[in-house]
């Protein structure tokens, strides 16, 4: 019952102990990880010290380093699913089907983030927190189809049924996400003239403030390679651990009928029995 | 396929016909939102003639989700799952019948509710070649993902609560193309709408022949 993640380790092996695995850590994340930490900093000092404020939006503009590059990796995540389901369902994998369920969430983690973000650069910029335009529309559209995958997902019910299900939906996400924001922008746009700020940073960026972003793309991305990988590695183990637990209880079981074979007690049923 | 599609379209409305659910349950219950839409939005404001077009398709969603989960529970009582999936029925065949019994269902429903905000909401109708190929284009489109995604959450002791969760953001793209389709009809601009119409056949295609493909697998072990 168990499966192999050789694949998935990207050849280094999982912290282990003779038990098994006991983190979901390795050489790879723990690499990724300090890279991420140093992204950070290097974004920190970049986009918050080192690059100008926006001659229009003023020091709001540095939340773009990091709204733009999460908006950009949700998607990538939600791509990654829809990818993880077309083959699971194709080939039955359980590697890609877990690459799909943990990408989702992390791109719900994302899609999260840039909506937060998106309010916060909002509120100096527009003056009020949300606006119902093609952008954000959209976006909340994401979270709340990638919320119906996860629901999917998590459903209490044996594994394949749950991956079966959840993967026609992660295979319909990337056609519904479009499908959605094509309306959502039809919808906005064919009746009002586009809106005075546009969702980015203007026309023209350059110097240190494309330097800022391009950095926050770059640590945004180490940020999800990281979370997948970490994620990845937990719902394996989770699957690892549901098989497990329903072999300790077939075995509990079976201990228990051999100990009351000698008494007088009930007879208790094991698997495998006919009854008597 | 098509004589599948027949024998369980017309097992569902006859069904239908007996137990007469959709006829005592949901249709008031479609009346009902929009009675309650007057409450919530005071008509003496002006607001619901403004809104006819987007309360009248609310409504028709949430209808379309009581007739999908109806659609659906009649399976699960008394071992009907297993009898259709052991019928010999082409699976394709079974899905595009129900796809078609729920759409006559809301089909019906859609022209009731019509008339239903002509008399509440002082709705003048008109353009009424936009207005039915909105209603036919739509109704295929609920339909079609909605029984999809019904069978995903068919069999589940969740499904009430997550069908709502999985369908209604799929269909907001009907929402959308079917609320400035009517706009455009009762404004008696309907050039505006024809384009939303479009987008909806495009939508109603895709989801049939997604179901088409996964009503297969997923009625296996449902």
């Known amino acids: 019952m168990t499966t192999e993640i050789a694949s998935g380790n990207q050849g280094s092996q999982a912290g ?17 990880g300090i890279l991420t930490l ?11 010290v080192i690059s100008p404020a926006d001659a229009n939006q003023g020091d709001a503009v540095r939340i773009m380093y990091v709204h733009v590059p999460s908006a950009t990796f949700a998607y990538t ?15 039955k994998s359980q590697w890609w089907e877990l690459v799909a369920y943990a990408s989702a969430e992390i791109a719900t983690l994302f899609t999260a983030v840039t909506l937060v973000t998106g309010m916060l650069w909002g509120r100096p910029t527009w003056g009020v927190f949300w606006i119902w335009d093609a952008r954000l529309t959209s976006t909340a559209m994401l979270l709340l189809l990638l919320l119906g995958y996860l629901a999917v997902r998590r459903l209490p019910a044996e594994y394949s049924v749950r991956a079966k299900r959840a993967a026609i939906i992660g295979l319909l996400l990337v056609p519904n996400v479009i499908i959605v924001r094509q309306s959502v922008q039809w919808w906005r746009t064919l009746h009002q003239k586009p809106t005075l ?51 300790v209880a077939i075995a509990e079981r079976r201990a228990e009928g051999v100990a009351e074979a000698g008494t007088s007690l009930p007879h208790t049923f094991t698997p495998g029995e006919a009854t008597p | ?22 006829l005592n349950q949901v249709l008031p219950f479609a009346l009902l939102v929009l009675v309650l839409f007057a409450f919530a939005l005071d008509p003496d404001r002006g607001l619901l003639e403004k809104a006819t077009p987007g309360l009248y398709w609310v409504a028709v969603l949430f209808s379309g989700l009581l007739a ?36 006559v269902q809301l089909l019906v429903l859609e022209v009731l509710l019509l008339v239903g905000v002509a008399v ?75 384009p939303w119409v479009g987008l909806m056949g495009v939508f109603a295609v895709l989801y049939v022949v997604a179901g088409v493909l996964g009503f297969g697998p997923l009625l296996e072990e449902s």
Not at chain 1, 16 to 24: A, Q, V
Not at chain 1, 81 to 87: D, E, F, I, K, P
Not at chain 2, 1 to 22: F, H, N, Q, T, Y
């Open chain 1, 197 to 247: 700020f546009s969702n980015g940073l203007g026309s023209a960026i350059s110097g240190t403030m494309l330097t800022s972003l391009f950095i926050g793309f770059v640590v945004v991305g180490l940020l999800f390679a990281w979370l997948l990988i970490h994620r990845f590695r937990l719902a394996w183990l989770e699957e690892q651990v549901a098989d497990q637990g329903l072999d």
């Open chain 1, 16 to 32: 282990t102990s003779d038990d098994g695995p006991t983190s979901t850590g390795s050489r790879t994340t723990r690499v990724l």
């Open chain 2, 120 to 194: 509440l909401y002082s709705t003048h109708l008109g353009g009424w070649l936009l207005l039915a190929s909105t209603v036919v284009v739509a109704t295929a489109g609920i339909a079609a993902a909605g029984t999809l995604y019904g069978v995903v959450a068919a069999g589940l002791r969740v499904r009430e609560t997550l069908l709502p969760l999985l369908l209604l953001p799929v269909l907001a793209p009907v929402l959308i193309g079917s609320t400035r389709a009517f706009e455009a009809a009762l404004a008696g601009t309907p050039s505006e709408g024809w």
């Open chain 2, 1 to 22: 396929m098509i004589r599948d599609a027949l024998l369980v379209a017309g097992k569902d409305l006859r069904l239908e016909a007996r137990s007469r659910v959709a």
């Open chain 1, 38 to 48: 140093i992204g950070f900093g290097l974004l920190a000092l970049y986009g918050l």
């Open chain 1, 77 to 91: 995540g939600c791509f990654l699913t829809t990818l993880g389901s077309a083959v699971y369902l194709w080939k």
């Open chain 2, 68 to 103: 999908l989960q109806r659609s659906f529970s009649v399976e699960a009582a008394d071992g009907n799952g297993d009898a259709l999936r052991l019928s010999g029925l082409d699976p394709a065949g079974i899905y595009l019948g129900k796809v078609l019994a729920v759409s």
